[in-house]
């Protein structure tokens, strides 16, 4: 690890450990059954992944293609279906298998992901909810469920559906309120279109609606961030997500030439504290570098008191999707360029048998380790360290001494925190695009510096 980490702020956005371009494909193809026993299962997560948009934006390195040729959405859900069936059905024979004393399946949280779920029709939302429902047993109306949303597909029927079938939050990538940072963007929307989209969410009165924006759009000033922030907590969102822009590689801004040096890097900073602070004297609560959430908001809407991220499963449906056990992190193949990726959707809507886990990472004892710390100190919150002792047997320091040393050497410990919490400063939470991958482990380094780029 290097030992100037704030050279480089914006290293890398963690939104899971390990990344997928760490995943490589597994051998021995083990069974779902196997995978699953002796895990808890009272308390996952599912994630059901719709790989397409009516665009892709000049940022996006998602796992999702431009349009759908006829009846590609049809075969699309077929095939979920299909894995829904064979995923229950391995739950079910680890749940009923007398060795492992797992406990009973329950789903504690939900989320439709893309790509842009509303890219599917009325008829085809409702069939998404029965998947989850009929097919995984997931009760969408007892459970938190998380739905995202582009401007130009979050129509007063898509919407309707969603809140029928009990979607507590409803997530819409605005990005700028600014016509010409859209297109700079390489994101076709006119801020008339978004404004539409907005009434028509808190029309279907959804609960929590959250409104993501970036920062570090090629021409966007103070005045114009401003601007996108004013315009967006005109509708006293409940949540907002501010991210930074990266231009990564095989997108279009890539392609664009797009990039940026220290002076982006100022840039973006400079325009994240600014979007802090204006945040923060709204009166929202910063929950992590990129999340503030209204604090009158409950939290059985956006997430479940049950579930952490750090310890429990996480079942994922279709391409994209990934799923977590304790000692296998798995998917399908990932890649970022459009050929690649209708291959991959076209391969996926092709296969009869979901039985086996087929891309992935395995998970030791280190590596848990990490992703527990990982994932807990990005976490505005923080880290008890009791927790992680019960878990491992031995505290954060003990495991992480010289990367813990230099967190707090560069500032970025919250040294008043109370004993026992290990918590990020607010100049850590800024820099925790540096910091999180700071905790990658050399052999997760190295397999994903080896990823042939697709």
């Known amino acids: 690890m290097s030992t100037t980490l704030a050279s480089r702020p914006y290293e890398s956005y963690v939104y899971a450990y390990p990344h997928k371009t760490a995943y490589r494909p597994l051998e021995d193809r083990p069974a779902l059954r196997g995978l699953w026993a002796g895990e808890r299962k009272d308390a996952l997560s599912l994630y059901l992944h719709i790989p397409f948009c009516e665009v892709r934006c000049g940022f996006c390195n998602l796992f999702t293609r431009i349009g759908a040729p006829d009846g590609l959405t049809t075969r699309y859900l077929d095939a979920l279906d299909r894995q829904a069936t ?19 399946v329950r789903f504690a949280t939900a ?13 085809e939302l409702d069939r998404l909810c029965d998947i989850a429902e009929k097919r995984m047993g997931a009760d969408l109306r007892a459970v938190p469920l998380s739905v995202e949303t582009s401007p130009a597909t979050a129509t007063a029927d898509r919407l309707a559906v969603l809140a029928e079938r009990g979607a507590t939050r409803l997530s819409i990538g605005v990005q700028s309120f600014v016509d010409a940072e859209a297109k700079a963007a390489v994101r076709p929307q006119r801020r008339a279109e978004v404004e539409a ?47 930074p822009l990266y231009v990564r590689p095989l997108t279009g801004l890539d392609r664009l030439g797009a990039g940026g040096d220290a002076a ?14 204006e945040l923060l004297a709204h009166g929202y609560e910063q929950t992590s570098m990129r999340m503030f959430r209204r604090p009158d908001v409950p939290f059985e809407a956006t997430g479940a008191d049950d579930y952490a991220c750090q310890t429990d499963g996480m079942i994922g449906l279709g391409c994209g999707a990934r799923s977590y056990t304790s000692a296998l ?30 891309v992935g990472r395995r998970i030791d004892e280190d590596e848990a380790r990490r992703r527990h710390l990982l994932q807990s100190l990005l976490q505005a919150g923080g880290m008890a360290e009791a927790g992680y002792r019960e878990r491992f047997g031995s505290g954060p ?34 820099y925790s695009d540096a910091l999180g991958p700071a905790l990658f482990s050399p052999a997760v380094r190295a397999a994903m510096a080896a990823y042939e780029r697709k």
């Open 329 to 358: 992190h798995y998917s399908f193949d990932y890649a970022v360029d459009m050929r690649e990726i209708r291959g991959i959707i076209d391969s996926y809507t092709a296969t009869e048998d979901f039985s086996r886990a087929e």
């Open 111 to 123: 989320a439709f992901g893309g790509g842009t779920p509303t890219y599917l029709d009325a008829d």
């Open 397 to 430: 320091a003990e495991d992480f001494p010289v990367e813990l040393a230099r967190f707090a050497s560069a500032g970025w410990l919250d040294q008043s925190a109370p004993a026992g919490l290990l918590r990020l400063s607010p100049e850590g939470l800024a």
């Open 86 to 104: 064979a995923v229950r059905d391995a739950l079910a024979e680890a749940e009923a298998a007398p060795e492992t004393g797992a406990g009973t």
């Open 197 to 243: 989209a907005l009434g028509r969410i808190r029309d279907a009165r959804i609960p929590v609606l959250n409104i993501d924006l970036i920062y570090g759009i090629d021409g966007q000033t103070e005045t114009s961030w401003r601007h996108s922030l004013d315009a967006a907590l005109a509708w006293r969102p409940e949540e907002l997500y501010l991210y």
């Open 264 to 277: 982006w890097d100022e840039q973006r900073l400079r325009l994240y504290r600014q979007g802090r602070d």
